[in-house]
């Protein structure tokens, strides 16, 4: 899959998508991450994407020249199933949206900036607006990046043990169950006698209760 990012500070996230399983992704060929520099496609000399917004509120507007230009030019490269917007009052992105979009070959994520976009961009470029969660970003792109992460690592073989993404905390709408390593007892605190019985049915069983009873507790929202 390929995700084409429109930023003003590609410096902002470039080092994350080189790093760990992002990196890894890229180097088995399972992703293509391609960060843009929405400066790039200005065409005015000090390089502005943004004015005054009509109407004379505070802050300023990104224009929709240089986002339209760099959009344009990628969808004449190749087709794109989403062109999506980082913006707290999207959709709110989970683990259901995230399994549907990993799904997909090409997505474009515009970061938002400054008092917002021109609205015409959201009107005709835009496909889909997400926000991943309900409090105010400087910008989007630490949006895009947790969009992005959550996107690619459930893409199958970016995680060696693919059934480690699957038994994910929100995958089954249940929380994880709790994990531990050695030692088995530590100052004291021992590890639930079952994870050391080596009796498999009975441990898949414990993870199962203890991932309801945290749900329960923790998240109750989820088991409606
Ligand atoms: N940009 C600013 N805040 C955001 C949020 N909560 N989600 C997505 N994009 C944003």
């Not at 180097?27 to 065409?43: I, Q, S, V």
């Not at 005015?44 to 344009?72: F, L």
């Not at 905390?169 to 530590?186: C, G, I, K, M, W």
């Not at 019985?197 to 009975?202: D, Y």
Request: overall charge negative; some cysteine; glycine content about 6%.
């Amino acid at each position: 899959m390929r995700i084409d990012i429109i930023t003003v500070l590609p410096e902002m996230i470039e080092g994350f998508f080189n790093c760990s399983i992002m990196a890894r992704a890229q180097k088995k060929g399972l992703a293509e991450f391609h960060l843009h520099n929405l400066r790039d496609y200005t065409l005015d000399k000090h390089r502005r994407v943004d004015d005054y917004p009509y109407g004379g509120c505070a802050g300023m507007v990104m224009q929709i020249e240089p986002i339209d230009r760099c959009i344009s030019a990628l969808k004449s490269e190749r087709n794109y199933d989403e062109v999506i917007f980082t913006t707290p009052d999207g959709e709110q992105f989970d683990q259901k949206m995230a399994n549907t979009l990993s799904l997909t070959e090409n997505l474009i994520i515009l970061c938002g900036h400054f008092k917002g976009i021109d609205y015409r961009i959201r009107e005709h470029l835009i496909t889909k607006e997400i926000s991943i969660g309900d409090y105010v970003l400087t910008g989007g792109e630490l949006a895009a990046a947790v969009m992005a992460d959550a996107i690619v690592r459930i893409i199958p073989g970016v995680i060696s043990d693919e059934q480690s993404a699957l038994s994910d905390s929100f995958q089954d709408n249940l929380l994880a169950p709790p994990v531990y390593t050695r030692p088995a007892e530590y100052k004291g605190w021992r590890v639930p006698d079952v994870l050391l019985s080596g009796h498999e049915r009975n441990i898949r069983d414990w993870e199962l209760q203890q991932s309801i009873e945290r749900t329960r507790l923790l998240r109750p929202d989820l088991l409606k």
